[in-house]
């Protein structure tokens, strides 16, 4: 197959220092996009198991992206509290000389959902609300069809899509760029696919009553709560929740569609701000990197392992959205918990969440029990995005032994030092 706008990886090793204002200064042609990444950013990994683990992962990623033609794409994986790989590659927009940086800002899509969810654990950890609360008590104006059914509602049904409405409703209203508020105030008029609590139905409007409850009880907007209580302490400096911000960036990755056989750019629409925490984030991969320190629970001053488990934790049964997790190792059962698709495997579990938008592309992936996070941003949609996390964690689940027979040996190293 020939690429007429190959996503070309190199260049960059971890471990390996290299003169990033010379990368960065390079003028290339378009056929030749670069990879960049500032070093200082990664916490480069002790374990040589886990180095070589990476430098295979970074081979068969070039291999994907080949294959797959995608313009411009961001990677970073955390193990604990490190970010041990933090990388962007190709272009931000095919056709220009910019090449994708850690700092490159992309849509995240529906990922923004598991933001939210972030969010109303934290103020629920500081008894601002409660996952039980009544939908209903928080917005007295909101209705659902039938009033016994609005009674039910309560944020969790609302971050767990247990709702009851129909699949998707209104969704095409979102794209029209319809008010939030109209919309919310239309739902009265559907007829619930099942009384609330009972079976799952993803949403984006209704989703977005998260919204404003958060408004409601914080006196706040979500935008505000978000910046103060997400974005500012995890240090994701180039995060936003709005079109404007993300405009004003001069370092963002811009939408490709498809076009008689390759990849061009596509405009930055609006759509989906007006259901922000549905998915109007916008994010780099390094703003990402520190998130996923965060949900590995190694930010306990924002949010604890509690909150965190709660987030995790099955609430309905909801079939895995991105096929690829289970093609090599086969689920038991997949759920959704709190704005988090939860699956089952045999000897493990992986937290994830996908998302589309625009033309762009986000996946990220938690093992809790491993301590390993892996996301990917991508400005175009395809295998490089929908195979790159399933890659990594088969590639680790077979350099697991290894890896953990060189972490106990310097853990007995270490005791040997201290025994007295």
């Not at 931000?92 to 849509?107: A, L, N, P, Q, W």
């Not at 596509?266 to 520190?290: E, H, L, R, W």
């Amino acid at each position: 197959m020939k690429i007429k706008h190959p996503l070309l990886i190199g260049l960059i090793v971890i471990g390996v220092p290299i003169l990033v204002g010379q990368l960065m200064s390079s003028k290339r042609k378009s056929t030749e996009p670069l990879a960049t990444v500032r070093q200082s950013e990664v916490q480069v990994p002790v374990n040589p198991q886990f180095k070589e683990l990476l430098k295979q992962y970074e081979y068969r990623i070039r291999q994907l992206a080949l294959e797959a033609g995608t313009p411009g794409a961001a990677i970073a994986v955390v193990h604990d509290s490190s970010i041990i790989y933090l990388k962007g590659f190709g272009l931000r927009e095919v056709g220009e000389r910019d090449s994708v940086d850690e700092r490159t800002v992309f849509r995240i899509a529906s990922v923004s959902k598991c933001f939210a969810s972030f969010l109303t654990g934290i103020l629920v950890e500081e008894n601002v609300l409660h996952w039980n609360d009544s939908i209903r008590d928080i917005l007295p104006s909101f209705a659902l069809e039938s009033r016994e059914e609005t009674d039910k509602l309560t944020i969790r049904n609302v971050l767990s899509h247990t709702t009851g409405l129909p699949y998707h409703t209104y969704t095409n209203m979102v794209e029209e760029g319809m008010p939030l508020d109209t919309m919310l105030s239309w739902l009265k008029k559907v007829r619930m696919a099942s009384k609330v609590g009972q079976s799952y139905s993803y949403q984006n409007v209704a989703y977005s009553l998260i919204g404003e409850v958060v408004q409601a009880r914080t006196s706040k907007t979500y935008e505000t709560e978000m910046k103060e209580k997400v974005f500012g302490p995890l240090r994701m400096q180039t995060a936003s929740i709005d079109y404007a911000t993300l405009m004003a960036n001069k370092n963002i990755a811009y939408p490709h569609k498809r076009a008689r056989g390759r990849w061009v750019p596509a405009k930055i629409t609006n759509t989906y701000y007006n259901v922000a925490p549905a998915g109007g984030v916008n994010a780099s991969i390094s703003d990402m990197a520190q998130w996923m320190i965060a949900l590995l629970g190694n930010r306990p001053e924002v949010i604890s392992k509690e909150t965190l488990k709660t987030l995790f934790s099955p609430v309905v049964k909801a079939r895995s959205k991105n096929r690829n997790y289970g093609r090599v190792h086969k689920l038991t059962s997949s759920y959704y918990g709190l704005g988090w698709r939860i699956l089952y495997y045999p000897n493990d579990t992986l937290i994830y969440h996908g998302g589309f938008v625009n033309g762009y592309r986000s996946e990220v992936a938690v093992n809790p029990k491993e301590g390993i996070a892996v996301c990917i941003l991508a400005n175009a949609p395809g295998d490089l995005a929908d195979n790159g996390i399933p890659l990594f964690f088969d590639m680790y689940e077979s350099m697991k032994a290894g890896i953990r027979a060189w972490d106990d040996a310097e853990r007995k190293k270490v005791a040997k030092k201290v025994a007295p």
